[in-house]
């Protein structure tokens, strides 16, 4: 009779097989719940991670070159700006108080990078989008935007200040300045202008005013849903308003009236030694001058006309200063 080994059973293996399903089965509902959590928080996650660098290059921009022209009432530049491409669009004045819109060929910096930034939770006013044309006045046609853009960089208020995004825009309205106070801003026969007007009983004279308009924002965190907000106080001083110089000249028929002196302002330049400080420099009719921007500790913002023939907005009991 032949012994028979007896047979062995391989409990190790059914454990080992088992331990690789388990961790299979683990692996599995680990990617499960990593591929939910992408499908979940990623989106806002890149959002904000777009938006963030989109403010990054907003908080460092310069403009595309050295002299770039933010705002120019000079009528052949203009022509040139708006064949650009883009790059310049047409600046309306609006009436305050009654009446309508009208343009002027005035010429203003639109760059895309600020679009964002016209948003109605920021600006406060409906904007025309970029790519609109006007449809009436002798400029049909010409390229429309939102208002132009003067500055657009990150400033610091002196002491512990936290940065801050400042944009600045220009906005231009149709007002009325009384009489007497538009000597400094007229140049050629001012006194017979005024004895002309004094005759006919105006004690007004319709006058283009320029709004050096600032918007300070907190910027945006990392945070998915954290936006740049709005936190400058509401001021109602007139350190940013300035009258557009003009000239009198006699018309066919006799008649003294007003005409605009060309105005070109270039875009802004931060200082580097300051922090707090920007500048912008300007010329009216070839005479230059400078505009400095300083944002204050509490968020505010400072204009002071340095030099040139530029001057502030005299005061007036009527000031029409209402800054979306």
């Known amino acids: 009779m032949t012994d028979t080994a007896p047979a062995t059973i391989d409990y190790g293996r059914d454990v080992r097989s088992r331990r690789r399903l388990l961790r299979r089965a683990a692996i599995g509902l ?10 979940r928080f990623a989106p806002p996650v890149w959002s904000q991670f777009e ?32 064949a650009a491409g883009g790059t310049h669009a047409l600046v309306d004045v609006q009436y305050i108080g009654s009446g309508g819109p009208y343009s002027e060929k005035i010429a203003g910096f639109v760059p895309t990078i600020a679009d964002p930034l016209y948003g ?28 132009p ?13 936290p940065r801050r995004l400042v944009h600045v825009t220009a906005m231009l309205y149709r007002d009325n300045m009384p009489l007497a106070d538009t000597r400094a801003d007229v140049s050629g026969y001012w006194e017979g202008f005024e004895q002309q007007q004094r005759a006919i009983g105006e004690t007004e004279v319709p006058w283009i005013r320029l709004s050096l308009v600032s918007r300070v924002l907190q910027p945006a965190f990392w945070r998915p849903g954290s936006r740049w907000t709005r936190v400058e106080p509401a001021t109602t001083g007139h350190s940013g308003e300035i009258p557009m110089p003009a000239h009198v000249y006699a018309a066919a028929d006799g008649r003294l009236s007003l005409e605009p002196v060309p105005l070109r302002i270039r875009a802004g330049v931060a200082d580097p030694a300051d922090d707090a400080r920007f500048t912008l420099d300007y010329d009216v009719a070839g005479a230059a001058g400078v505009i400095e921007g300083r944002l204050n500790a509490n ?4 204009w002071t006309i340095l030099s040139g023939p530029l001057r502030p907005w005299p005061p007036q009991r009527n000031f029409w200063g209402v800054i979306p």
């Open 51 to 82: 938006l963030c660098r989109l403010q990054a290059r907003m908080m460092r921009f310069t403009p595309p070159a050295a002299d770039t022209v933010a705002l120019t009432t000079y009528p052949v530049e203009c022509d040139r700006l708006f």
């Open 30 to 39: 680990i990617l499960c719940v990593i591929i939910a959590a992408a499908w």
């Open 149 to 161: 853009t003067l500055f657009l960089h990150a400033r610091r208020a002196p002491g512990r200040a």
């Open 120 to 147: 109605p939770d920021v600006w406060g006013i409906i904007e025309r989008p970029r790519g609109a044309t006007l449809s009436h006045h002798e400029m049909q046609g010409a390229p429309l935007g939102p208002s």
């Open 299 to 302: 968020d505010s913002v400072t």
